[in-house]
């Protein structure tokens, strides 16, 4: 690849949208052609200066108040919840009878502990089963109670929120007692490939779903040093141009 | 009853329900801790192949077959032969030292074991000198190639992989 080559592919070579060979072969023209990695290198700066100027810009924007508008939302919601419960005799969706039984149990469970009992039903229940959801009932009664009487609700929401966590987690997603597996030589479609020119030092963030994260590179100063990744193997590859000038290229097909 | 009494009073309940929650949440953290196994792989297996790749000759070593796709995305040369093939089974923070042709000693450190990612410091010597060096986290399917040290007539082409070991029972 010549530099005219190269120039008319540093864009998208900067962005990691070349295909591999492409990608590859500027990669090492960069790293061999001083005007060329010059020019990678004022692509770089420019983008670093556009990053910084969003993080100013979002830095700026108050999100302070967005968990107010939520917590507001979700009591609006649940005293709906309730006044729709003792309405709606035997009307229920799935959804209420799993995750809201558990928490409006807990959160009664927690009532108890502490002394106060839960309120007695009304006759406007109307012989609605309360198992079917309790939730809806309990937290419309707590509504228009004293501040200070919310604390046992949120405590048992709190109770009920970690025990599920817990049972969720404990319930082991994660893998238990697998036999050591040797790394296989695999592949699957991953995060863009971003090629990254030489210098003496790098350092690198990739996206998180990448499976190879490079976080740092360091070389000895006289070596030309190129990296990319091949998104279709999973593979970051980091080539050292330690060749003697005088010895042949490779080819440049197979 | 007098109206300070009443007040006392119910500034005791209120700060009994109080802590009563707070007591609540305790028991909840508590709980989530013992149901939450405490698996952390502390074992690594690293994986090391050496392959030499070389415009002598038309050779392509049917060992190397599982490679041939990442190998079709590196400079092209037109025989490939495997030279070594490693794999080791260390603690994090135990270093792992492969000897690679032409007086070079890799060497590899698991400086850290998530649930499916190690983070590798990688480090290629030649003589006393490092050649390159790097930290490198992988994924369950990632590998990373350190290519282009010259060896004969061609370059040596090393491909690194890492796995955790689970070590829950």
């Known amino acids: ?254 | 009853m007098k109206p300070a009494a009443a007040g006392c009073r119910r500034f005791f309940r209120e700060r009994s329900v109080a802590v009563a929650s707070a007591a609540s949440s305790l028991v909840a953290l508590v709980a989530l801790v013992a149901v939450v196994p405490v698996e952390a792989a502390e074992r690594v297996i690293v994986q090391v192949v050496t392959v030499f790749a070389t415009n002598t000759g038309e050779h392509f070593d049917s060992q190397l077959a599982a490679m041939r796709r990442q190998l079709d995305k590196l400079p092209h040369y037109r025989s490939y032969q495997l030279m070594s093939r490693q794999s080791r089974d260390v603690s994090r923070g135990d270093p792992v030292d492969v000897e690679i042709p032409g007086g070079r000693i890799l060497r590899i450190v698991p400086k850290s074991v998530g649930d499916d990612r190690v983070l590798l410091n990688v480090l290629l010597r030649q003589d006393s000198r490092a050649v390159v060096r790097t930290d490198v986290t992988l994924g369950p399917t990632g590998t990373v190639l350190v290519g282009g040290p010259r060896h004969g007539d061609g370059v040596l082409i090393i491909w690194i992989g890492a796995q955790p070991v689970s070590t829950a029972p």
């Open chain 1, 1 to 254: 690849m010549n530099c005219r080559d190269a120039e008319r592919l540093l864009d998208a070579f900067f962005d990691g949208e070349l295909d591999g060979r492409l990608m590859r072969d500027a990669a090492l023209h960069v790293t061999r052609c001083k005007r060329c990695e010059s020019e990678v290198g004022d692509r770089e700066r420019l983008q670093e200066l556009l990053v910084a100027a969003v993080d100013d810009e979002v830095s700026q924007v108050d999100v302070g108040r967005v968990w107010q508008g939520v917590a507001a939302a979700i009591g609006s919601s649940a005293a709906d919840r309730g006044a729709r419960s003792r309405r709606g005799a035997g009307r229920r969706n799935g959804a209420d009878h799993g995750w809201l039984r558990l928490a409006a149990a807990s959160s009664r469970s927690t009532g108890w502990l502490i002394g106060r009992r839960a309120p007695a039903r009304t006759a406007d229940d109307g012989g609605f089963d309360e198992s079917l959801d309790p939730a809806g009932e309990w937290l419309a009664r707590e509504a228009p109670r004293s501040a200070s009487r919310s604390w046992p609700l949120a405590a048992g929401a709190a109770l009920a929120a970690s025990l599920v966590a817990a049972l969720l987690v404990g319930r082991g997603d994660a893998p238990v007692g697998d036999a050591p597996v040797v790394p296989q030589i695999a592949s699957a479609p991953t995060a863009p490939s971003r090629a990254e020119p030489a210098s003496a030092r790098m350092a690198m963030a990739k996206p998180a779903a990448s499976q190879v994260q490079v976080e740092s590179v360091d070389y000895s100063g006289g070596r030309s040093l190129a990296m990319w990744t091949e998104p279709e193997t999973d593979t970051t590859v980091i080539w050292v141009d330690d060749e003697d000038p005088t010895a042949p290229k490779p080819t440049s097909a197979r």
